[in-house]
């Protein structure tokens, strides 16, 4: 089931006991974004093929440790994947207008705001705590498609 509600309401309507991943979505002209909470999905190797196959895809990910992830995939390829202000996989031109945020902002602040630049909008607290078709999903990846 789907749902148009804000943020704050998620919990009461989808209580953090039930597992898996917490999508929001929402869309800017010819962009769709997720934000994902609670159990990521989209981090595997098999759905950022999938995603990615025939577009381009940009994903901001922080894990429950802080660490944040930036990832721009071209049909499947990895055009840029980095840590802002840490490790380096294959580097482009997000990362030094992220690194330029960085100091007077947190990581994650940084790097959603250069990808809201890249699409034309603005991915900030207001944007995703607002009203978003929101689900939650219990599907797992089947272990041969990893």
Same mark, same amino acid.
């Given at each position: 089931? *789907?749902? +148009?509600?804000?943020?704050?309401?998620? /919990?009461? $309507?989808?209580p +953090?006991?039930?597992?898996?991943?917490?999508?929001?979505?929402?869309?800017f002209? =010819? $962009?769709v974004?997720?934000?994902?909470?609670?159990?990521?999905?989209? #981090?595997s190797?098999?759905? +950022?093929?999938?995603l /990615?196959?025939? &577009?381009?895809?940009?994903?901001v990910?922080? /894990?429950?440790?802080? *660490?944040?992830?930036?990832?721009? +995939?071209?049909d499947?390829?990895?055009?840029?994947?980095?840590?802002?202000g840490?490790?380096v996989?294959?580097?482009?031109?997000?990362?030094?207008?992220?690194?330029a !945020?960085?100091?007077? #902002?947190?990581?994650i602040?940084?790097? !959603?705001?250069?990808?809201?630049d890249?699409?034309?909008h =603005?991915?900030?607290?207001? &944007? !995703?705590?607002?009203?978003?078709?929101?689900?939650? /999903?219990?599907?797992?990846?089947p272990?041969?498609?990893?």
């Amino acid at each position: 089931m *789907m749902e +148009i509600v804000r943020c704050g309401v998620t /919990s009461q $309507w989808i209580p +953090i006991s039930r597992p898996g991943a917490l999508l929001r979505l929402g869309a800017f002209d =010819n $962009w769709v974004f997720c934000f994902e909470d609670r159990a990521p999905i989209a #981090n595997s190797p098999s759905a +950022i093929r999938r995603l /990615s196959q025939g &577009t381009r895809m940009l994903q901001v990910t922080k /894990s429950g440790d802080g *660490m944040v992830i930036v990832r721009d +995939i071209v049909d499947g390829r990895k055009a840029e994947v980095f840590e802002p202000g840490g490790a380096v996989s294959v580097d482009g031109p997000l990362r030094p207008r992220i690194a330029a !945020l960085s100091p007077a #902002n947190a990581r994650i602040v940084a790097a !959603l705001a250069v990808v809201g630049d890249e699409v034309g909008h =603005n991915l900030d607290r207001a &944007t !995703l705590d607002g009203l978003l078709a929101t689900a939650l /999903s219990t599907l797992k990846e089947p272990a041969g498609r990893r």
